[in-house]
């Protein structure tokens, strides 16, 4: 088990510790007072052993601010007035999300991973679990001595209130953005989003509010609405999920419908549409035993509703198939518990959970409609870790419907992807992306496409189709030192992109292109949030491909 409470450089291994305090020598180690305004990343208490039961004693929260008053660099008009006017996460929802409660007995695996839980909140930039105290205390029903563990959760808000202006321009194409976002309303860790939207597809406005956490249970929901100038779209969900390894119960229920105009492409070109009326209702609910030696598996079963109403516009000739599947289902799901944590991998010089288990999971349904369909999908992901030096994670997915009247298969997509990094120095590393597609029996509304907002970063959105392709990037980081106005990490990137997209009818070549850019992380707002700046020149020609491509975009990795 990789993922521990970080550890008190030089301190005592937990063994010699609990020895220790059965001699009465228990005393605290952490100054909660300076732990407000120390740097997240310094702070670190007495170790705990992953696989130790422990009764948890006094747990204490301390919140940072967004900026630290006590840095010099941090201490001045500007940010003393942000976090004036930020509301920090209450105390009251981090408690919430604690998988523990005072007097509880759980292992250390459960403190880390409540670690980990806070860590994936995006109003979060960091969190840190430390115990203060580490003391053998009998058991009240008269059974071993277990060691108490006092705690202290520290963590730190991003600024969550943010006026939302965003140009995107991939592969020639812009996409404007404009509203307002707020990512922890009033410190409750709901999210309040309304944003005016211009892309190649549609323009129109979104309205959005989703709360992950009613009240003190486990229990989120979501609802969004969009009015667009080509149609609208409509969701609606509520359900308890698998939220830790150890939850014994899951259940959801959720409608989404879309009322689209929806393109056909050619070379980047938008050379046919079709109106699309899509409706997705679906409710489930799921059990587990929760963790066992490392594993946790999970079955669920339920009914899905998957209905796609196409329509030819005026004056075209697409022969388009409607089609609906109403089925029940079962799935099973196999975990790993086992986490890495790291740093540069996915993010700028943050705290990352990276996932090296291995992860399974099934799904299969027959829906009687019609011909009668068999609904299946698969897929396997793992980790594995060199070192302090190579990341590799991989994996395999496939899905798609068995027409069991015809016996032909019918929108089945199966794609493998790799991933490895591989650190030379503390500052530079190599990042090395593969993924390639597969697919059968795809019906006229459906196509697999490769260009510059796929990861061909030279070429046009969409430039190339087909029912097969692959993508090879290849991305030198120098990860830097700058910190400008003490918001933005910086790093910068060389790469090399390589893909083609191809079937029977399109026997199109091989793209290259290479080119440098910009990564840029903010400290201060929306961790979910990465923004890359890419200047890419491609080395194929081919048709509409320019001499050189600037994408903008924000994604949630690097």
């Not at 609990?18 to 009465?24: E, N, P, S, Y």
Request: include cysteine; aromatic fraction near 10%.
């Amino acid at each position: 088990m990789r993922s521990t409470v970080v550890a008190l450089a030089g301190c005592l291994t937990c063994t010699a510790a609990i020895a220790a305090a059965a001699d009465g020598n228990c005393p605290p180690v952490l100054d909660h007072t300076a732990l407000a305004t120390t740097a997240i990343e310094e702070v670190t208490g007495r170790p705990l052993d992953a696989e130790t039961r422990y009764r948890i004693g006094k747990i204490t929260v301390i919140r940072q601010n967004v900026f630290n008053p006590e840095d010099p660099a941090e201490n001045n008009a500007a940010f003393r007035f942000a976090n004036r006017w930020h509301a920090n996460t209450r105390e009251g929802v981090i408690r919430d999300l604690l998988l523990f409660r005072e007097g509880d007995v759980v292992t250390g695996n459960v403190v880390a991973e409540s670690e980990r839980l806070l860590r994936a909140k995006s109003y979060l930039y960091d969190a840190r679990i430390v115990a203060d105290r580490v003391c053998v205390v009998a058991d009240a029903a008269g059974g071993d001595a277990l060691p108490e563990a006092e705690l202290v959760v520290v963590t730190r808000d991003v600024w969550s209130l943010s006026p939302e202006f965003s140009v995107t321009r991939t592969g020639g194409e812009h996409r404007v953005q404009v509203g307002v976002s707020e990512i922890n309303l009033a410190g409750s860790g709901a999210h309040l989003d309304f944003t005016v939207f211009d892309n190649p597809d549609r323009e129109g406005v979104s309205l959005s509010y989703e709360d992950a956490n009613l009240g003190t249970g486990r229990v989120g929901f979501k609802l969004r609405y969009d009015d667009t100038d080509d149609g609208d779209r409509v969701e609606a969900r509520i359900g308890q999920p698998f939220y830790a390894l150890d939850a014994r119960r899951a259940w959801h229920v959720s409608y989404h419908r879309a009322k689209t105009l929806q393109g056909l492409y050619d070379v980047g070109e938008r050379v046919d549409e079709f109106g699309r009326d899509y409706r997705l209702a679906q409710i489930w609910t799921g059990w587990s035993r929760g963790r066992d030696d490392g594993w946790v598996n999970r079955l669920s079963t339920g009914v899905t509703l998957d209905d796609w109403r196409l329509m030819p516009v005026e004056d075209s000739d697409l022969a388009l198939t409607s089609r609906k599947f109403l089925y029940p289902w079962v799935a099973f799901q196999r975990i790993q518990d086992e986490y890495a944590q790291a740093r540069n991998v996915d993010r700028v010089q943050t705290t990352e959970d990276v996932y090296l288990g291995r992860q399974y999971d099934a799904l299969f349904g027959y829906s009687p409609r019609g011909d009668g369909h068999i609904v299946a999908s698969a897929e396997f992901r793992d980790g594995l870790q060199r070192g302090d030096s190579g990341i590799l994670r991989y994996g395999l997915r496939a899905s798609g419907y068995w027409n069991t009247t015809d016996r032909h298969a019918e929108n089945v997509v199966a794609r493998a992807w790799a991933r490895y990094r591989h650190r030379q120095t503390d500052r530079l590393a190599i990042i090395l992306d593969a993924e390639t597609t597969l697919t059968d029996g795809l019906t006229t509304d459906q196509q697999l496409l490769i260009g510059g907002s796929s990861g061909l970063r030279g070429y046009p959105n969409r430039y190339q189709t087909g029912t097969r392709q692959f993508r090879i990037s290849a991305e030198e980081r120098y990860y830097t030192d700058l910190y400008p106005l003490r918001v933005l990490r910086v790093a910068v990137a060389g790469f090399v992109d390589v893909g083609r997209a191809w079937s029977s009818a399109h026997d199109n070549d091989t793209l290259v292109n290479a080119g440098v850019g910009l990564r840029l992380e903010s400290t201060r707002t929306n961790r979910n949030l990465v923004y890359h700046i890419d200047v890419a020149f491609p080395l194929v020609d081919g048709p509409g491909v320019g001499g050189v491509e600037v994408t903008l975009t924000s994604k949630r990795s690097l």
